[in-house]
């Protein structure tokens, strides 16, 4: 007998031209409906994807039956912390299950399914997950006192459910070239993606706000990186001879910045225009980066037509046509508020607080298996794999450079279980560090006048404060600034 998943095969046999849309039917209909779950007796599925946020898992469950794939969610705790792995299939056998993913995988693309058995799992499983979820979507908080730009930027970028946003980061830019020296977070710190040929420091001297999202597709996992600037209204590019700069002047001023980073094997700039919040237009320049391989580096350089904004995007995984249709959505939707890994990490910068210093800039990034290598995978490091930890920097007249940094571990009990019984305990020992009492909590604290680090568990977050480049925040200020952030 045939397994549950497979018996479409059949038919498919059995087609002919005018039987496929019978199929095609037959095909919803069979994985549509989510079917058994793995169990003692049918202990083989297949894993889509495993994620930390049970509403990540729920927006990869939704999108699978929009393709036709039933699918569910189990929750397993295991040595790394929580995981939420979506399942599709429950079959008897390993060749049952296998002859599931060959076929699976034949009519969706999907890659990298993996096979589980229920037997290595099922002491790990929290079976009532959902009877006692304690993770909270969204944050309650106010708007973030930032400057306006910024939401001026934020609002502009792409709504779409099928990605998740893997990194961004939102940069405010000094009026006067004076003062770059107190943005040094900004170009030193974040870690971007911007094209070749263009380099943090001298755009910031362009532009009066610069944000960046890459996001990652939560299905096949294709990545996507859009910038957008806003651009100085007396924009100086000095090479540019005449005036005033027309939109095609500026892409074509960044497009040579691209170009002229190498002598390549093939080079292109092709003329380009994008209906989005304005009419966009510049170019795309394509580059074979190494003459020994035969792959093409494409960029896309587009300019409002008010001069006001400049636009990159490029992708190694999209096509051209996926990567316009991803920019001609700019400012038609909620911005980057509408995903929750943004809105619970800049939201959490405070609406109102007693230290008014400057905002600087916000970057945050889905933590890999690199941060838990570089940190010799000690155990509270395993566990903070797959969640996302957000910097925002500030810099103030009399306390210079700082910056607050969250570890968005989406529930009180996974902080609780990470800080407070794994963290501290490797704190204890060291001399120049104590415990503090810090919003009803116990935090660590560096001993000096201005601590580098005071640490502590806040709802969903491990949080630190941080003092950078000569910030000169004490102790008193720090527990100040813990008082404002918006953490629940």
């Not at 397994?3 to 095909?27: C, E, V, W």
């Not at 074509?252 to 966009?280: M, P, R, W």
């Not at 604290?445 to 502590?456: G, R």
């Amino acid at each position: 007998m045939k397994p549950t998943s497979l018996i479409f095969l059949d038919i498919i046999r059995l087609s002919n031209m005018n039987k496929y849309y019978f199929f095609g039917l037959l095909f919803v209909t069979i994985f549509s409906c989510s079917g058994p779950q793995i169990n003692e007796e049918i202990p083989y599925a297949l894993q889509v994807k495993e994620v930390r946020s049970y509403y990540k898992a729920i927006d990869i469950r939704d999108r699978l039956e929009d393709k036709g794939v039933g699918s569910y969610i189990i929750s397993e705790d295991t040595d790394d912390g929580n995981w939420y792995r979506v399942l599709t299939g429950a079959e008897k056998s390993i060749d049952a299950v296998k002859e599931y993913r060959k076929s699976l995988e034949s009519k969706i693309a999907i890659n990298q399914l993996k096979i589980i058995n229920y037997q290595t799992i099922e002491k790990n499983l929290d079976l009532d997950f959902e009877d006692h979820l304690d993770e909270r979507q969204r944050l309650q908080s106010e708007r973030p006192n930032v400057p306006e730009k910024i939401y001026d930027l934020i609002n502009k970028f792409p709504d779409d459910n099928n990605f998740i946003v893997k990194s961004f980061f939102v940069t405010n830019c000094p009026d006067s070239l004076a003062n770059m020296g107190k943005y040094t977070a900004s170009y030193d710190n974040i870690k971007h993606d911007l094209p070749r040929g263009i380099y943090m420091r001298s755009l910031m001297k362009k532009s009066t706000a610069i944000a960046e999202v890459i996001y990652e597709d939560n299905l096949f996992g294709d990545r996507v990186t859009l910038d957008i600037i806003k651009l100085k209204d007396n924009l100086d590019l000095g090479s540019v001879e005449h005036e005033p700069l027309t939109n095609l002047d500026i892409a074509d001023y960044f497009a040579e910045l691209i170009l002229d980073t190498g002598n390549y094997a093939f080079e292109d700039k092709l003329k380009v225009k994008v209906s989005a919040f304005q009419k966009l237009h510049g170019y795309k320049v394509t580059i074979q980066p190494k003459k020994s391989k035969a792959s093409l580096r494409t960029y896309f350089c587009l300019v409002s037509k008010d001069s006001k904004y400049l636009v990159f995007s490029q992708s190694t995984d999209k096509s051209d046509d996926e990567i316009i249709e991803i920019v001609e959505d700019l400012g038609e939707s909620d911005g980057l508020s509408s995903y929750d890994e943004f809105y619970n990490a800049f939201y959490t910068i405070p609406a109102t607080c007693s230290v008014d210093d400057q905002f600087i800039s916000i970057y945050s990034k889905k933590l890999t298996n690199d941060y838990a290598r570089r940190r010799r995978y000690a155990k509270w490091s395993k566990k903070m794999v797959g969640h996302w930890q957000t910097t925002a920097y500030f810099n103030g007249e009399e306390n210079n450079s700082w910056g607050v940094s969250f570890f968005d571990l989406l529930d009180q009990s996974h902080v609780n279980l990470i800080y407070s019984n794994l963290y501290i305990d490797s704190q204890k020992s060291k001399r120049n560090s104590e415990l503090i009492d810090v919003l009803d909590n116990t935090g660590v604290i560096d001993k000096a006048n201005y601590p580098d680090e005071l640490s502590f568990p806040g709802n969903r977050f491990v949080v630190s404060v941080n003092n950078f480049n000569r910030g000169k925040l004490t102790r008193e200020t720090m527990l100040s600034i813990t008082n404002c952030l918006q953490l629940k």
